[in-house]
């Protein structure tokens, strides 16, 4: 497989979890610091965990370049906490 393959099905993975358990949290009723506390739980350690998975490799250009992308997984995750948050308020 291609590394670029690779990290979109993980990335696709991970932001169909973060939905997933943002709206599941909603639908249980939670205080919002619990919501928020959930989803940062959620959405910090799995890139953190893949990027120090690619630390362990020491390949200076693959931790520079995946680091990167790592980091903007960790921004879109972040903002689909957010959003899918906003929308589940509406729906549910």
Same mark, same amino acid.
């Given at each position: 497989m291609?590394? $670029?393959?690779?990290?979109l099905?993980i =990335?696709?993975?991970?932001?169909?979890?973060?939905?997933?358990?943002v709206?599941?949290t &909603?639908k &249980?009723?939670?205080?919002?610091?619990? &919501?928020?506390l959930? $989803?940062?739980v959620?959405v910090v350690?799995p890139?953190l965990l893949?990027?120090g998975a690619l630390?362990?490799t =020491?390949?200076?250009?693959a931790i520079?370049g995946?680091g990167i992308?790592?980091?903007?997984?960790?921004?879109a995750?972040?903002?689909?906490?957010i959003?899918t948050d906003l929308? $589940?308020? &509406?729906?549910?």
């Amino acid at each position: 497989m291609n590394p $670029a393959i690779i990290f979109l099905l993980i =990335g696709s993975i991970y932001l169909v979890i973060i939905a997933y358990g943002v709206v599941r949290t &909603r639908k &249980r009723g939670l205080p919002p610091r619990a &919501r928020l506390l959930l $989803a940062a739980v959620q959405v910090v350690p799995p890139p953190l965990l893949l990027f120090g998975a690619l630390l362990t490799t =020491g390949d200076a250009f693959a931790i520079g370049g995946w680091g990167i992308m790592l980091a903007m997984l960790l921004v879109a995750g972040a903002l689909l906490a957010i959003c899918t948050d906003l929308v $589940a308020r &509406r729906l549910l």
